[in-house]
């Protein structure tokens, strides 16, 4: 009982002394805090307690996107295995709902910007913490396509699938960053880079052959003249 209390006054304290870290992680506690098993802890009990379907899978949506905050301040596995067991639960639950298709558009929307979002946080951290926010892209889309599977067949999977893949193909060549500051600002990320990555805006710039405005050794390949008749 007192280490209860002890945890709520604790809980009590960082909404009053620390609001800025409310702020950059849109949680509790940030993950660089020594009390983090605090702020798992309170989603564990909101998420038990929440008895309606259609419910959990809004909250767990917003803890989803409470991961990809929290990998942007400071990247490690145990946010990536959070972060994938929210799409697990995910997968789970959204045959259950009565209207699964929204639910499962819903869950596809928020996972593609998300991936888009780990794509440029995946640029930004270090070699050793890469691994992590790679784990988190891959392991949550696998989860997200059996969800769309099982409800929309595997034609829309195999979609979403794709579009994963062009986003961490972009990420992993460093496109990605570019991509996402040439989108509008009120744009969602995942639509603006997939569209402008198989456009071309993206990938084409690795490849000479494929950029109208350069070549291979820096010098453009100019067309070679007509043969005259004799």
């Keep these: 009982m007192k280490k209860v209390v002890t945890g709520i ?57 409470r991961r990809v905050d929290e990998m942007a301040i400071s990247p490690s596995f145990q946010i990536s295995d959070r972060y994938t067991a929210h799409f697990q639960d995910l997968e789970n639950l959204a045959p259950q709902v009565s209207d699964k298709d929204q639910v499962v558009e819903k869950i596809k929307d928020a996972s593609l910007n998300q991936q888009s979002e780990l794509a440029v946080v995946y640029l930004k951290v270090s070699a050793n913490a890469k691994p992590a926010v790679l784990g988190a892209q891959t392991s949550s889309s696998e989860h997200v396509a059996n969800t769309i599977q099982a409800v929309d067949g595997q034609k829309s999977a195999d979609n ?15 496109k990605i960053e570019q991509v996402q500051m040439e ?48």
């Design 160 to 174: 979403y699938t794709a579009q994963v893949q062009t986003i961490q193909k972009a990420e992993q060549v460093g």
């Design 183 to 230: 989108s509008g600002p009120n744009s969602s990320p995942s639509e603006n880079n997939i569209n402008q990555i198989n456009n071309g805006q993206g990938l084409n710039q690795l490849n000479p052959i494929n950029n109208p405005n350069g070549s291979a050794g820096g010098d453009q390949m100019q067309p070679t003249a007509p043969i005259p008749m004799k």
């Design 9 to 65: 006054v604790f809980l009590f304290l960082f909404v009053i002394v620390f609001p800025k870290s409310v702020f950059a992680s849109q949680g509790l506690i940030p993950p660089t805090s020594g009390l983090y098993f605090l702020q798992m802890w309170g989603e564990n009990v909101k998420l038990a307690f929440t008895f309606s379907k259609d419910q959990k899978v809004s909250y767990l949506l917003s803890l989803t996107q």
